[in-house]
Nanobody, 125 residues
Framework: EVRLVESGGGSVEVGGSLRLSCTSF????????MAWFRQIPGAQREAVAS???????GYTGSVTGRFSISKDRDKNTLYLQMSNLKPEDSAMYYC???????????????????WGQGTQVTVSS
């Protein structure tokens, strides 16, 4: 059984930074294609960033240049470094993974089979 556990969320002021972590239990992260999604109440979940088994990364337009996705294989952990945060970045953030190879910038959530429980990010002005 694979478990993904997120951490690192919290409250921050506009322009601040946070680093989210997602640790994989039960499967080496190196075999995953991974992504971060976010969701606000009443809205559809949206993709934020992805990284595949070859470490090819992709970002949605609203976070390009501000967010960075990475993996630490030794720690079996996925990261999302978020900078210059805006109020519209406030959401529940989820990490997701699949043992399958996915092309770069795969943002279709149906392609990901393992999901974490989420970590809340709140950006206040």
């Amino acid at each position: 059984e694979v478990r993904l556990v997120e951490s690192g969320g919290g409250s921050v002021e506009v322009g601040g930074s946070l680093r989210l972590s997602c640790t994989s239990f039960g499967r080496p992260l190196s075999s995953f294609s991974m992504a971060w999604f976010r969701q606000i109440p009443g809205a559809q979940r949206e993709a934020v960033a992805s990284i595949n088994g070859y470490d090819a990364v992709g970002y949605t337009g609203s976070v390009t240049g501000r967010f960075s996705i990475s993996k630490d294989r030794d720690k079996n952990t996925l990261y999302l470094q978020m900078s210059n945060l805006k109020p519209e970045d406030s959401a529940m953030y989820y990490c997701a993974g699949t043992p399958l190879y996915l092309p770069q910038s795969t943002f279709d959530e149906s392609k990901y089979v393992d999901w974490g429980q989420g970590t809340q990010v709140t950006v206040s002005s």
